[in-house]
């Protein structure tokens, strides 16, 4: 874990090659891929260009063969995250946000345009990275002056405000596959028990 006190972490190896390679391997193959979008669904290659697919935790039937490599792992890394920001645990409770994307830039594209993660999105705690490949282009956050390396199977976390506004490294040069998404605050009551006893199971000192 690289420590900094900018509250961008970088958890190398949280997938394995073999995980990477499956799911770019799956991402080629898949007929869904649709042209990436910003805010509200908007297409605009001038600000994103990408192929994105846009899948859920939640489907087994239609995204199961890439969750079911992605969801543990992911988990695992942002444990570590809270651990390490454990004031995290004092806010109302959030989970992983049910949608995300795993999306392909080519050579002379990208997301180059300085956005962040909260934009019309006001229950976002969190974002997510997993670099899926190698890629000689990264991530900018320019007001942490810190530019993140695309390495293979390396997950990075950040939040979600203003504060942590990014762009990628653009034009993109090469290929790069990452599979990205959110950590949201949870408005359904019901699942909020669950939710809690996940917490305390996870960090135990938090509750004692």
């Known amino acids: 874990m690289t420590k900094s006190r900018t509250f961008i972490e970088q958890y190398a190896n949280t997938l394995t090659q073999e995980q990477c390679k499956t799911l770019i391997s799956l991402y080629k193959q898949d007929d ?9 669904g908007i297409v605009d290659k001038r600000i ?18 890439y969750s079911s490599i992605l969801y543990q792992p992911l988990n ?7 651990n390490e920001y454990d004031y995290l645990m004092d806010l109302p409770p ?19 345009k300085l956005h962040c993660e909260l934009q019309g999105m006001g229950n976002r705690l969190l974002a997510w990275m997993i670099y899926l490949n190698d890629a000689a282009s990264g991530t900018v956050f320019p007001y942490q002056d810190t530019t993140t390396q695309a390495i293979e199977g390396t997950c990075v976390i950040w939040p979600a405000h203003w504060t942590h506004a990014h762009r990628g490294v653009t034009p993109n040069k090469g290929y790069k596959v990452i599979a ?8 359904r009551e019901e699942e909020l028990p669950h939710v809690m006893g996940t917490y305390k199971e996870a ?3 938090k509750f004692a």
């Open 94 to 112: 959030f989970e992983v946000q049910d949608n995300y994307n795993i999306q392909a830039y080519k050579n002379g594209e990208g997301f180059g």
């Open 203 to 205: 960090f135990p000192h």
């Open 32 to 40: 869904r891929k649709v042209p990436g979008t910003i805010s509200r």
């Open 180 to 187: 990205t998404g959110w950590c949201q605050f949870i408005l």
């Open 76 to 82: 695992d890394a942002i444990f570590k995250y809270v």
């Open 48 to 65: 994103k260009h990408s192929m994105d697919l846009q899948c859920t935790f939640s489907n087994v039937n239609k995204w199961g063969q």
